[in-house]
């Protein structure tokens, strides 16, 4: 885990740290270079401060800008790729390609369904976590989000949530109602089912661990599962099968979507103003 954080940290930041420093050797100001490369410039300070992970275009006319030869296109390339855990890249891969995604969480809202400020206040529990890792990996959590709005259409995604990640204050109230009130917008979304498993439910066979099934076309139905120190791939057919069997009991066990948002609405209210 140490090689993963220097690394989270050495990518992003190196972008950001390279490009803050030929701007300025330039004697460009943000907006300067926001009017060569065509972007704004509360972009270029969003990178700057590793809010935001570049995209390709935004690296080639840096580079372009600034006749750097492809070092900003290297370095965007080593960006997106590392604020993400080297145990979880290949399944962010595959996330991306999806055509339609089951997830299960039975303690937290599922990453690809966070807030800025809830994801900020679940990465920052890590034990040891330095700011600037903690930035990166913010970041690229939101990145991965892009998926929900992928050109040429989004995957299908069904999340079954446990109650009890409804009613964890994390990252506070305020937070945690923006939290919930953005899940409950995001169960209006017609390619998006959200269920949940309320508490009155008991015991049940997802207390065991989160996981996520993705379908993928190419590569039919993989598996991925969490745990506390990383997460592995599953491509085993038999293995999967009994996966998506746990998550099809889960989701009989699950409220109906329009029920399972009121309970979302209500949990929310109650974390509004007293």
Same mark, same amino acid.
């Given at each position: 885990?140490?090689?993963?954080? /220097?690394?989270?940290?050495?990518?992003?930041?190196?972008?950001?740290?390279?490009?803050?420093?030929?701007?300025?050797? @330039?004697?460009?100001?943000? /907006?300067?270079?926001?009017?060569?490369?065509?972007?704004? $410039?509360?972009?270029?300070?969003?990178?700057?401060s590793m809010q935001r992970v570049p995209q390709r275009d935004f690296a080639e006319r840096c580079d372009e800008a600034f006749g750097t030869a492809g070092?900003?296109?290297?370095?965007? +390339? $080593? !960006?997106?790729?590392? *604020?993400?855990?080297?145990?979880?890249?290949?399944?962010?891969?595959?996330?991306?390609? !999806?055509? +339609?995604?089951?997830?299960?969480?039975?303690?937290?809202? *599922?990453?690809?369904? +966070?807030?800025?400020?809830? $994801?900020?206040?679940?990465?920052?529990?890590?034990?040891?976590?330095?700011? /600037?890792?903690?930035? %990166?990996?913010?970041?690229?959590?939101?990145?991965?989000?892009?998926?929900?709005?992928?050109?040429?259409? *989004?995957?299908?995604?069904?999340?079954?949530?446990?109650?009890? !990640?409804?009613?964890?204050?994390?990252?506070?109230?305020? $937070?945690?109602?923006?939290?919930?009130?953005?899940?409950a917008h995001m169960a209006d979304q017609p390619h998006v089912t959200i269920q949940v498993v309320p508490l009155s439910t008991g015991g049940h066979c997802?207390?065991?661990?989160?996981?996520?099934?993705?379908?993928?076309?190419? @590569?039919?139905?993989?598996?991925?599962? /969490?745990?506390?120190?990383?997460?592995?791939?599953?491509?085993? @057919?038999?293995?999967? !099968?009994?996966?998506?069997?746990?998550?099809?009991?889960?989701?009989?066990?699950?409220?109906?979507?329009?029920?399972?948002?009121?309970?979302?609405?209500?949990? %929310?209210?109650?974390?509004?103003?007293?």
């Amino acid at each position: 885990m140490a090689n993963d954080r /220097d690394e989270t940290r050495s990518g992003l930041a190196l972008f950001a740290a390279e490009l803050k420093a030929v701007r300025s050797k @330039a004697g460009l100001s943000r /907006d300067t270079l926001a009017t060569q490369i065509n972007y704004s $410039a509360s972009l270029i300070g969003m990178v700057e401060s590793m809010q935001r992970v570049p995209q390709r275009d935004f690296a080639e006319r840096c580079d372009e800008a600034f006749g750097t030869a492809g070092t900003f296109t290297r370095l965007q +390339q $080593a !960006a997106r790729a590392t *604020p993400l855990p080297s145990w979880f890249r290949p399944y962010a891969e595959i996330e991306a390609m !999806a055509t +339609q995604l089951r997830l299960f969480e039975h303690s937290v809202v *599922p990453g690809l369904l +966070q807030t800025e400020a809830y $994801a900020r206040a679940i990465l920052a529990e890590q034990p040891a976590i330095q700011e /600037d890792e903690l930035t %990166a990996m913010v970041t690229a959590r939101m990145d991965r989000q892009a998926v929900l709005t992928r050109p040429g259409g *989004p995957p299908l995604i069904w999340a079954v949530i446990d109650e009890s !990640a409804l009613t964890r204050a994390v990252g506070g109230a305020k $937070a945690m109602q923006e939290q919930l009130l953005s899940l409950a917008h995001m169960a209006d979304q017609p390619h998006v089912t959200i269920q949940v498993v309320p508490l009155s439910t008991g015991g049940h066979c997802g207390l065991a661990g989160a996981f996520a099934i993705a379908d993928v076309d190419a @590569a039919g139905e993989i598996a991925y599962l /969490d745990t506390v120190t990383d997460g592995y791939i599953v491509e085993s @057919a038999a293995v999967v !099968a009994r996966i998506i069997l746990t998550f099809d009991t889960l989701r009989a066990e699950a409220l109906p979507r329009g029920a399972s948002k009121d309970l979302i609405m209500k949990r %929310a209210e109650e974390f509004g103003p007293d």
